[in-house]
Structures are given as structure tokens and as C-alpha cells.
């Protein structure tokens, strides 16, 4: 019958060898990392927008996907920062407070004009039109009170004061 003599050589050894088969099995497990969003990265996503009351205000689902540069100021900054570090095919629920996504509604966004200057066929309370800000920039503003002789027009954002609930998934990172 044949006896092993184990020593402490052969137990360093085979725990040596054990350390080593554990690192190339972690190492092949993490040869797969994903690409995850970062500053720069360009960013496609799918989403829906709803109001807490469970209105859809927005929402490309079924169309094309909406792209834009992480860390490039062009979707709200605290939607930018709920979806870093995010990988293709996750979703997220993200809730922003109204101060978050459009501000609150400012009452200095309210301006009252003569009633003349508005178009005959839109002096009806919720008209949208579009105004040319200075910097060539459309503007959208709606008619909030239509009175005898002016007329109130609200230049607050469409969501101003509005919590936005976003349903996200992340389709690709480039």
C-alpha cells in the first residue's frame, strides 16, 4: 500500500496551485466586463415619460432611439446622473422632482401682452405657440388667460413644476 508523506512544501505548494486556478477562473469571469456608461460615452436609450398622475407625456418606444453624449449637457443633469454606470440592457426608474427636470412655475414667466399681438385664432386659453428667443432658439408658450383687451402668456417650461417619472433602458454605448 502506498503512503503519502505530506509536508509543508507540498501543502505550500498545493496551496500556491489553488491560488492560481482560482485567479484564472476569476480572470476569465471578468474578461467579459461590460461597457458601462461613463463620461463621454455616447448613449442610446428607450424611454417613457410620465407626470405622477400617470399621464405619458413622452415616450420613443417602438421608434427610434433617443442619443446623446454622457456628461454633454444634453438631457437633464440628474437623469445623466441616475443612468451612469448603467450597461446595455438595463432598465431604471427614475423619478426627478420638479426642481430636478423643468423648475418650479416661476411667476415672472408670466407676461401680459396686448390682446393684438397674439393671433386671432389662437386667443384660446392652452394655445401653444412658438416664440424666437434672442439666441434663435424655439421657444414654446401658451396662452394662460385670455382677457378683454390683453391677453396672460406663460413662458414657464410645458413641465415646470412637475415631478418626471422615467422609464429607461439602455440599448447601446459606444
Known amino acids: 500500500m502506498y503512503q503519502a508523506r505530506i509536508t509543508r512544501t507540498s501543502l505550500s505548494s498545493l496551496a500556491m496551485l489553488t491560488v492560481a486556478v482560482s485567479a484564472c477562473w476569476a480572470q476569465d469571469a471578468t474578461s467579459e466586463e ?3 456608461i461613463a463620461e463621454g460615452s455616447s448613449v ?3 424611454y417613457t415619460l410620465k407626470l405622477d398622475d400617470g399621464t405619458t407625456v413622452d415616450s420613443n418606444v417602438g421608434e427610434d432611439p433617443m442619443v446623446y453624449k454622457q456628461g454633454g449637457s444634453e438631457i437633464l443633469p440628474a437623469l445623466e446622473t441616475a443612468l451612469f454606470g448603467l450597461a ?5 426608474q427614475v423619478k426627478l422632482t420638479a426642481e430636478q427636470g423643468y423648475g418650479p412655475v416661476m411667476q415672472e414667466g ?3 401682452v396686448e390682446i393684438d399681438m397674439v393671433p386671432e385664432d389662437a386667443r384660446t386659453v392652452g394655445t401653444t405657440l412658438m416664440a424666437t428667443a434672442p439666441d434663435g432658439q424655439q421657444q414654446p408658450i401658451r396662452v394662460h ?3 378683454e383687451e390683453t391677453i ?3 413662458f414657464n417650461h410645458p413641465l415646470a413644476g412637475q415631478a418626471l ?3 429607461v433602458k439602455i440599448l447601446a454605448i459606444d
Do not use: A, R
Not at 446595455?88 to 431604471?92: F, L, N, P, Q, R
Open 44 to 46: 442610446s436609450i428607450e
Open 88 to 92: 446595455v440592457g438595463d432598465t431604471k
Open 152 to 154: 396672460v402668456l406663460d
Open 165 to 167: 417619472n422615467f422609464d
Open 110 to 112: 408670466y407676461q401680459e
Open 145 to 147: 388667460e385670455v382677457k
Open 34 to 36: 461590460k461597457t458601462v
